[in-house]
């Protein structure tokens, strides 16, 4: 399969809790991008790295999260101390460089926090 | 800031009949449009995007698109439906500068009765 992947599908967790996510983007891709989708809403930005620099952040992005995409490669997102308000499918994307390069999701992973 | 509207969170249409989905955006030029499908358990595909051009847009899956300018508008359209298009639909936007990032509606739920 040379899609985008992401591991853990599924994680629960306790409240406070660190969690942390792994994307596997389509290997050729040098863009790679972090989304959040909520129930009943639609995916929304967190981060986007070109090759092993994040070059954008959302406001959405607090301090207790944290992404890295360390050899331009696999990316993680990890989230310390986690809230019940973190539950949420996290979506990663990868592309191409360039405004008209279509972004492939990965199947996403679901958090639950009790 | 830019921002995607889908007013209709459900619809139902018999199988065989018509379908047109309806996206509105708003942003201060042209952004680059986009539809995703997402099925239960699936990852978003991309059925089409609109960068320039033709405002005519062919997607995947006998989908087309039609930008319209003057109505801020990018509705999806399919002629006949089958009941394997029954997912949820999200209308997405594109920045011109800004690595791309997306700005997603909050979707639209398709149901296809038999």
């Known amino acids: 399969d040379t899609g985008v992947s992401q591991n853990p599908r599924h994680k629960i967790t306790k409240r406070g809790q660190n969690v942390t996510f792994r994307c596997d983007p389509i290997?050729?891709?040098?863009?790679l991008y972090w989304y959040r989708q909520t129930l009943g809403q639609g995916p929304e930005f967190l981060t986007y790295?070109?090759?092993?620099?994040?070059?954008?952040k959302s406001r959405l992005l607090s301090d207790r999260f944290s992404a890295e995409r360390p050899k331009g490669s696999f990316s993680t997102l990890e989230i310390q101390r986690t809230e019940q308000g973190d539950s949420a499918m996290y979506l990663c994307?990868?592309?191409?460089?360039?405004?008209?390069?279509?972004?492939?999701f990965g199947p996403g992973t679901r958090l639950t926090v009790l | 800031a830019q921002s995607v509207t889908q007013p209709d969170i459900h619809i139902t249409v018999s199988e065989g009949a018509s379908l047109e989905l309806r996206c509105n955006y708003s942003?201060?030029?042209?952004?680059?449009l986009f539809w995703y499908v997402q099925s239960p358990g699936q990852g978003l595909q991309l059925l089409l995007k609109?960068?320039?051009?033709?405002?005519l847009v062919q997607g995947i899956k006998g989908f087309e698109a039609e930008f319209k300018r003057s109505q801020s508008s990018f509705n999806l359209r399919k002629p006949s439906v089958h009941w394997s298009d029954a997912a949820e639909y999200f209308c997405?936007?594109?920045?011109?500068?800004?690595?791309?990032?997306?700005?997603f509606g909050t979707g639209t739920q398709l149901k296809v009765e038999l």
């Open positions: 994307a990868s592309s191409l460089r360039g405004q008209a390069n279509e972004q492939f």
């Open positions: 290997s050729e891709h040098n863009r």
């Open positions: 790295f070109q090759n092993e620099a994040q070059l954008e």
């Open positions: 942003y201060g030029a042209t952004p680059y």
């Open positions: 609109y960068f320039s051009g033709d405002t």
């Open positions: 997405a936007v594109g920045l011109t500068g800004g690595g791309n990032k997306l700005t």
